[in-house]
């Protein structure tokens, strides 16, 4: 059975960071891309970051480029999702995702999601 | 971006009736549209994606259909464990983007 499980959240103020974790279980970790995916307090899903199954690349969307970093430990079957300068609107619970790839990406397995409040 | 518009943003029913949840994208976006359900406590759920290709487990009452721009996720008889948000989310380009979501309430 896959699972993911996310851990890491919690309140934070602005500016500061905060690292999210995510272990994986019950399929070969490093055959998968993978992928971090939020949702805002009663809004709508927003993918985050991506990255390949050997962790050579990875990709953002412009509203978290250059402060998320996404990076995985195979060897742990574990990714991660390091947040810096985080902002009020970083506020979301956030989801582990597994990747597949048909034309681009969905997802088809989630975790539970860890919350991630921004506030001062 | 290619942006994802749902409707209706609400839509009740009552268990055996079927229902129909709508998702229309900016652009063309081939086939290649996913539909999710999200549950209060449970992970989100791929029912369906490449438009009509169900999801390992997903039941067959659930059927998703359209191309290009306009796409429809239905459901036929619908069950008690049915109730809850849809998503659809397109996978034909860059960036992945979602829909605002349907919620289905029990009438």
């Known amino acids: 059975e896959v699972q993911l499980v996310e851990t890491g959240g919690g309140l934070v103020q602005p500016g500061r960071s905060l690292k999210l974790s995510c272990v994986a279980s019950g399929f070969t970790f490093n055959n998968y891309w993978m992928s971090w995916t939020r949702q805002a307090p009663g809004k709508g899903l927003e993918w985050v970051a991506s990255?390949?199954?050997?962790?050579?690349?990875?990709y953002y969307p412009d509203s978290v480029k250059g402060r998320f970093t996404i990076s995985r430990d195979n060897a742990q079957n574990t990714l991660y999702l390091q947040m810096n300068s985080l902002r009020s609107e970083d506020t979301a619970t956030y989801y582990c995702?597994?990747?597949?790839?048909?034309?681009?990406?969905?997802?088809?397995?989630w975790g539970p999601g860890t919350m991630v409040t921004v506030s001062s | 971006d290619v942006q994802m518009t749902q409707s209706p943003s609400n839509l009740a029913a009552s268990p055996g009736e079927s229902v129909s949840i709508n998702c229309k994208a900016s652009k063309s976006i081939s086939k290649y549209l996913a539909w999710y359900q999200q549950k209060p406590g449970k992970a989100n759920k791929l029912l369906i994606y490449s438009g009509s290709t169900l999801q390992s487990g997903t039941p067959s009452r659930f059927s998703g259909s359209g191309s290009g721009t306009d796409f429809t996720l239905t459901i036929r008889n619908l069950e008690p464990e049915d109730f809850g948000l849809y998503y659809c989310q397109q996978h034909n380009e860059y960036p992945p983007t979602f829909g605002a979501g349907t919620k289905l309430e029990l009438k």
């Open positions: 995702t597994r990747e597949k790839q048909l034309r681009y990406w969905y997802f088809d397995f």
């Open positions: 990255i390949t199954n050997s962790g050579g690349s990875t």
